[in-house]
């Protein structure tokens, strides 16, 4: 009888009790990914919102340098949306 290989484990590897893990709630996602802009806005569902969200998308564009390369009518529809999907916000170059 051939001797059976272990087999990969699918559960996360147990840490000790003094682990430390940081959770980051962000329920707005600004990323450019080969020259586009996206936006993913979710359901701010723990209610620790105390900015709207379209200025949360305003602040994030401003830091990366992004606010004039977002179609801000396609934003506001993005958040209003807060569908949790990244959707494209580049704004067209021919209009």
């Not at 009790?17 to 990323?31: D, E, G, M, N």
């Not at 993913?40 to 969200?53: D, K």
């Not at 990366?64 to 807060?82: E, K």
Request: without cysteine; charged residues 25%; hydrophobic residues 45%.
């Amino acid at each position: 009888m051939a001797p059976r290989r272990p087999r990969a484990s699918t559960t996360p590897p147990r840490t000790g009790a003094s682990a430390r893990a940081a959770r980051t709630y962000q329920p707005v996602l600004l990323a450019e990914v080969d020259g586009d802009v996206y936006l993913e806005v979710h359901r701010g569902v723990y209610g620790r919102l105390t900015v709207e969200p379209l200025q949360i998308v305003r602040d994030l564009a401003a830091a990366a340098a992004l606010t004039d390369r977002i179609d801000w009518t396609a934003a506001a529809v993005v958040v209003a949306a807060h569908e949790g999907i990244a959707r494209a916000v580049t704004i067209n170059p021919d209009e």
